[in-house]
Protein backbone atom coordinates (compact mmCIF):
# COMPACT_ATOMS: atom_id res chain seq x y z
CA UNK A 1 0.00 0.00 0.00
CA UNK A 2 1.60 3.44 -1.48
CA UNK A 3 1.31 6.35 1.37
CA UNK A 4 -0.78 9.02 0.65
CA UNK A 5 -0.16 11.76 -1.29
CA UNK A 6 0.10 15.28 0.75
CA UNK A 7 -3.14 16.69 0.81
CA UNK A 8 -3.04 20.11 -0.96
CA UNK A 9 -3.80 23.24 0.97
CA UNK A 10 -7.72 23.53 0.11
CA UNK A 11 -8.39 20.49 2.32
CA UNK A 12 -6.14 22.31 5.34
CA UNK A 13 -8.28 24.95 5.11
CA UNK A 14 -11.54 23.48 4.63
CA UNK A 15 -11.29 22.36 8.51
CA UNK A 16 -12.47 25.76 9.50
CA UNK A 17 -14.47 26.74 6.57
CA UNK A 18 -16.66 23.05 6.82
CA UNK A 19 -16.49 23.57 10.58
CA UNK A 20 -18.56 26.84 10.69
CA UNK A 21 -21.04 26.26 7.98
CA UNK A 22 -23.50 25.60 10.62
CA UNK A 23 -24.63 22.37 10.14
CA UNK A 24 -23.62 20.59 13.45
CA UNK A 25 -25.91 20.45 15.83
CA UNK A 26 -23.54 22.69 18.52
CA UNK A 27 -20.44 24.25 18.12
CA UNK A 28 -17.64 25.98 20.41
CA UNK A 29 -16.17 29.03 19.37
CA UNK A 30 -12.84 28.66 20.56
CA UNK A 31 -9.70 27.96 19.21
CA UNK A 32 -5.47 26.91 20.19
CA UNK A 33 -2.92 29.68 20.64
CA UNK A 34 -0.27 31.18 18.84
CA UNK A 35 -1.02 34.33 16.55
CA UNK A 36 -5.02 34.27 15.78
CA UNK A 37 -5.54 33.55 12.48
CA UNK A 38 -7.50 36.79 10.84
CA UNK A 39 -10.23 36.54 8.36
CA UNK A 40 -8.32 35.82 4.89
CA UNK A 41 -5.40 35.22 6.33
CA UNK A 42 -2.86 32.16 4.70
CA UNK A 43 -4.24 29.06 5.55
CA UNK A 44 -1.44 26.68 5.25
CA UNK A 45 -0.71 23.75 7.99
CA UNK A 46 -0.62 20.06 8.29
CA UNK A 47 -3.74 18.13 8.54
CA UNK A 48 -3.54 15.78 11.69
CA UNK A 49 -6.51 13.88 12.15
CA UNK A 50 -6.88 11.10 15.50
CA UNK A 51 -7.54 12.03 18.98
CA UNK A 52 -4.18 10.67 20.60
CA UNK A 53 -2.62 12.44 17.64
CA UNK A 54 -3.92 15.20 17.87
CA UNK A 55 -3.94 15.83 21.39
CA UNK A 56 -0.22 15.31 21.31
CA UNK A 57 0.59 17.76 18.91
CA UNK A 58 -1.70 19.96 21.79
CA UNK A 59 0.74 18.97 24.07
CA UNK A 60 3.95 19.27 22.55
CA UNK A 61 4.01 22.00 20.40
CA UNK A 62 0.38 23.66 20.93
CA UNK A 63 1.43 27.24 19.51
CA UNK A 64 1.49 25.63 16.65
CA UNK A 65 -2.13 24.82 16.19
CA UNK A 66 -4.29 26.84 14.01
CA UNK A 67 -7.71 25.14 13.73
CA UNK A 68 -9.41 22.34 15.74
CA UNK A 69 -12.84 20.30 14.66
CA UNK A 70 -13.82 17.52 16.91
CA UNK A 71 -17.32 15.78 17.26
CA UNK A 72 -19.70 15.87 20.07
CA UNK A 73 -18.54 12.00 20.99
CA UNK A 74 -14.83 13.12 21.29
CA UNK A 75 -15.43 16.02 23.05
CA UNK A 76 -14.52 14.32 26.56
CA UNK A 77 -11.57 13.26 25.13
CA UNK A 78 -10.70 16.99 24.02
CA UNK A 79 -11.78 18.87 26.66
CA UNK A 80 -8.44 19.62 27.80
CA UNK A 81 -8.16 21.14 24.06
CA UNK A 82 -11.27 23.31 24.22
CA UNK A 83 -11.33 24.69 27.91
CA UNK A 84 -7.05 25.65 26.41
CA UNK A 85 -8.36 27.13 23.28
CA UNK A 86 -11.29 29.52 25.33
CA UNK A 87 -8.56 31.43 27.00
CA UNK A 88 -6.69 31.93 24.07
CA UNK A 89 -8.76 32.60 21.26
CA UNK A 90 -8.84 30.99 17.50
CA UNK A 91 -10.66 28.36 15.74
CA UNK A 92 -12.12 25.58 17.57
CA UNK A 93 -15.41 23.87 16.29
CA UNK A 94 -18.10 20.73 16.97
CA UNK A 95 -19.06 19.32 13.67
CA UNK A 96 -20.35 16.21 12.72
CA UNK A 97 -18.55 13.12 11.46
CA UNK A 98 -19.47 12.93 8.33
CA UNK A 99 -17.89 16.42 7.97
CA UNK A 100 -14.74 15.05 9.18
CA UNK A 101 -14.93 12.49 7.30
CA UNK A 102 -14.78 15.04 4.44
CA UNK A 103 -12.27 16.78 6.38
CA UNK A 104 -9.63 13.88 6.86
CA UNK A 105 -10.63 12.02 3.65
CA UNK A 106 -10.94 8.96 5.93
CA UNK A 107 -13.81 7.09 8.20
CA UNK A 108 -10.59 6.89 10.24
CA UNK A 109 -10.59 10.48 11.98
CA UNK A 110 -11.33 9.49 15.85
CA UNK A 111 -13.47 12.28 15.52
CA UNK A 112 -11.01 14.70 15.97
CA UNK A 113 -8.82 16.68 13.22
CA UNK A 114 -6.44 19.47 13.72
CA UNK A 115 -4.79 21.62 11.34
CA UNK A 116 -1.19 23.28 13.02
CA UNK A 117 1.65 24.79 11.34
CA UNK A 118 3.82 22.48 9.33
CA UNK A 119 6.60 20.56 11.83
CA UNK A 120 10.33 21.02 12.02
CA UNK A 121 12.43 18.55 10.38
CA UNK A 122 16.02 18.42 12.06
CA UNK A 123 18.95 18.36 9.82
CA UNK A 124 20.88 15.04 9.33
CA UNK A 125 23.77 17.48 11.20
CA UNK A 126 21.43 18.01 14.31
CA UNK A 127 20.65 14.72 14.03
CA UNK A 128 23.95 14.01 14.44
CA UNK A 129 24.85 16.34 16.87
CA UNK A 130 22.19 15.07 19.48
CA UNK A 131 23.23 11.50 18.67
CA UNK A 132 26.78 12.10 19.81
CA UNK A 133 25.77 14.37 22.70
CA UNK A 134 23.56 11.93 24.18
CA UNK A 135 25.06 8.84 23.30
CA UNK A 136 21.60 7.71 22.03
CA UNK A 137 19.95 5.91 19.52
CA UNK A 138 17.52 6.23 16.36
CA UNK A 139 15.93 4.49 13.68
CA UNK A 140 16.17 5.09 9.93
CA UNK A 141 13.90 3.76 7.23
CA UNK A 142 15.30 2.85 4.16
CA UNK A 143 12.31 3.49 1.75
CA UNK A 144 9.80 2.03 4.00
CA UNK A 145 6.59 3.39 2.22
CA UNK A 146 3.47 1.94 3.71
CA UNK A 147 2.10 4.78 6.05
CA UNK A 148 1.03 1.77 8.48
CA UNK A 149 4.40 0.13 8.96
CA UNK A 150 5.92 4.09 9.29
CA UNK A 151 3.38 5.04 12.28
CA UNK A 152 4.11 1.52 14.10
CA UNK A 153 7.63 2.04 13.97
CA UNK A 154 7.42 5.53 14.68
CA UNK A 155 4.93 4.71 17.55
CA UNK A 156 7.65 1.43 18.71
CA UNK A 157 10.59 4.22 18.70
CA UNK A 158 8.91 6.40 20.86
CA UNK A 159 7.44 3.72 23.29
CA UNK A 160 10.99 2.70 23.71
CA UNK A 161 11.92 6.03 24.55
CA UNK A 162 14.50 6.34 21.11
CA UNK A 163 15.68 9.68 20.54
CA UNK A 164 15.23 10.33 16.56
CA UNK A 165 13.82 8.73 13.44
CA UNK A 166 15.03 9.70 10.13
CA UNK A 167 13.26 8.84 7.12
CA UNK A 168 15.22 8.07 3.63
CA UNK A 169 13.64 7.82 0.41
CA UNK A 170 14.24 9.68 -3.01
CA UNK A 171 12.63 13.26 -3.95
CA UNK A 172 10.58 14.72 -3.20
CA UNK A 173 11.83 14.82 0.42
CA UNK A 174 9.89 11.77 2.41
CA UNK A 175 7.22 13.21 4.47
CA UNK A 176 4.94 11.93 6.73
CA UNK A 177 1.45 10.87 5.27
CA UNK A 178 -1.62 11.37 7.76
CA UNK A 179 -2.36 8.21 8.62
CA UNK A 180 1.42 7.33 9.39
CA UNK A 181 0.93 9.92 11.89
CA UNK A 182 -2.48 8.43 13.48
CA UNK A 183 -0.75 5.12 13.30
CA UNK A 184 1.97 6.36 15.62
CA UNK A 185 -0.78 7.54 18.47
CA UNK A 186 1.36 10.80 19.26
CA UNK A 187 4.63 9.07 19.38
CA UNK A 188 5.76 11.36 16.49
CA UNK A 189 5.91 14.38 18.38
CA UNK A 190 8.34 12.76 21.00
CA UNK A 191 11.06 11.73 18.22
CA UNK A 192 13.64 14.32 16.52
CA UNK A 193 12.36 13.96 13.27
CA UNK A 194 14.72 14.50 10.04
CA UNK A 195 14.83 13.20 6.70
CA UNK A 196 16.84 12.69 3.63
CA UNK A 197 17.11 12.29 0.08
CA UNK A 198 20.04 10.59 -0.07
CA UNK A 199 20.24 8.20 3.13
CA UNK A 200 23.66 6.31 2.12
CA UNK A 201 25.07 9.78 1.71
CA UNK A 202 23.32 10.91 5.00
CA UNK A 203 24.82 7.69 6.96
CA UNK A 204 28.21 8.10 5.94
CA UNK A 205 28.19 12.12 7.23
CA UNK A 206 26.61 10.42 10.58
CA UNK A 207 29.26 7.82 10.53
CA UNK A 208 31.93 10.59 10.12
CA UNK A 209 30.86 12.05 13.18
CA UNK A 210 30.93 9.11 15.04
CA UNK A 211 27.48 7.30 15.36
CA UNK A 212 27.24 3.72 14.80
CA UNK A 213 25.41 2.34 12.06
CA UNK A 214 23.11 -0.97 12.08
CA UNK A 215 21.32 -2.48 9.42
CA UNK A 216 18.84 -5.02 9.61
CA UNK A 217 18.49 -8.10 7.37
CA UNK A 218 16.68 -11.69 8.04
CA UNK A 219 19.83 -13.15 6.16
CA UNK A 220 22.03 -12.02 8.65
CA UNK A 221 24.10 -14.23 10.58
CA UNK A 222 24.48 -12.24 13.38
CA UNK A 223 22.09 -12.52 15.98
CA UNK A 224 20.00 -9.20 16.83
CA UNK A 225 18.90 -10.62 20.50
CA UNK A 226 21.52 -10.16 22.42
CA UNK A 227 24.14 -7.54 20.64
CA UNK A 228 25.88 -5.23 22.11
CA UNK A 229 24.65 -2.02 20.49
CA UNK A 230 27.05 0.70 21.06
CA UNK A 231 26.23 4.10 21.85
CA UNK A 232 25.48 6.13 19.77
CA UNK A 233 23.56 3.81 17.44
CA UNK A 234 21.31 4.66 14.57
CA UNK A 235 19.16 1.01 13.30
CA UNK A 236 18.27 1.11 9.53
CA UNK A 237 15.53 -0.72 8.35
CA UNK A 238 14.51 -1.54 4.61
CA UNK A 239 11.93 -1.55 1.94
CA UNK A 240 9.20 -3.55 2.64
CA UNK A 241 10.15 -5.97 -0.53
CA UNK A 242 13.23 -5.28 -1.13
CA UNK A 243 14.95 -4.41 2.53
CA UNK A 244 18.11 -2.32 2.38
CA UNK A 245 19.34 -1.03 -0.64
CA UNK A 246 22.97 -1.84 -1.73
CA UNK A 247 24.14 1.75 -0.90
CA UNK A 248 22.78 1.95 2.44
CA UNK A 249 23.92 -1.97 2.92
CA UNK A 250 27.26 -1.01 2.29
CA UNK A 251 27.30 2.03 4.93
CA UNK A 252 26.41 -0.42 7.78
CA UNK A 253 29.04 -0.95 10.44
CA UNK A 254 27.06 -4.31 11.17
CA UNK A 255 23.98 -5.79 9.96
CA UNK A 256 21.77 -8.24 12.32
CA UNK A 257 18.34 -10.18 12.13
CA UNK A 258 16.47 -11.69 14.33
CA UNK A 259 16.25 -15.46 14.66
CA UNK A 260 12.87 -17.25 13.75
CA UNK A 261 11.54 -21.23 13.22
CA UNK A 262 11.80 -20.54 9.49
CA UNK A 263 8.50 -21.24 9.48
CA UNK A 264 8.27 -18.24 7.20
CA UNK A 265 10.42 -16.36 5.62
CA UNK A 266 10.41 -13.08 7.62
CA UNK A 267 8.82 -10.76 9.62
CA UNK A 268 6.40 -7.44 8.92
CA UNK A 269 9.00 -4.73 8.95
CA UNK A 270 7.02 -2.91 12.41
CA UNK A 271 6.89 -6.06 13.96
CA UNK A 272 10.61 -6.80 13.37
CA UNK A 273 11.25 -2.65 14.57
CA UNK A 274 9.24 -3.91 17.86
CA UNK A 275 11.81 -6.49 18.49
CA UNK A 276 15.16 -4.44 17.59
CA UNK A 277 14.21 -1.15 19.18
CA UNK A 278 13.88 -3.01 22.41
CA UNK A 279 16.92 -5.06 22.04
CA UNK A 280 18.64 -1.46 20.88
CA UNK A 281 17.93 0.21 24.00
CA UNK A 282 17.84 -3.49 26.62
CA UNK A 283 20.77 -1.89 28.35
CA UNK A 284 19.24 1.52 28.90
CA UNK A 285 16.03 -0.38 30.40
CA UNK A 286 17.88 -2.75 32.73
CA UNK A 287 20.29 0.13 34.14
CA UNK A 288 22.79 -1.18 32.31
Known amino acids: MKPRPPRPAPRDAAVSQRASSGR ?7 APSGPRVEPGAPREGELTYG ?23 ARRHVEPLIQWAKRHGG ?3 ETSDRELEQLAGTTHHEGLCVVARPRRWASPGELA ?7 GVAVALDRVRNPYNVGAILRSAAFFGVEAALLGAPAPHPGLAPDAVRVAEGGIEHLLM ?15 RGVRIVGADGASRTGALGYPF ?41 VAAGVLVAELVRGRLVGA
Open 51 to 73: VRAGLAIFERRRADLLRVAFSPL
Open 91 to 93: ECR
Open 129 to 135: ETLVRDR
Open 194 to 208: SRTTDLADTLVRLRD
Open 24 to 30: SSSSTST
Open 230 to 270: ARPTLLVLGNEREGLGERVRACCDAIVAIPGSGAVESLNVA
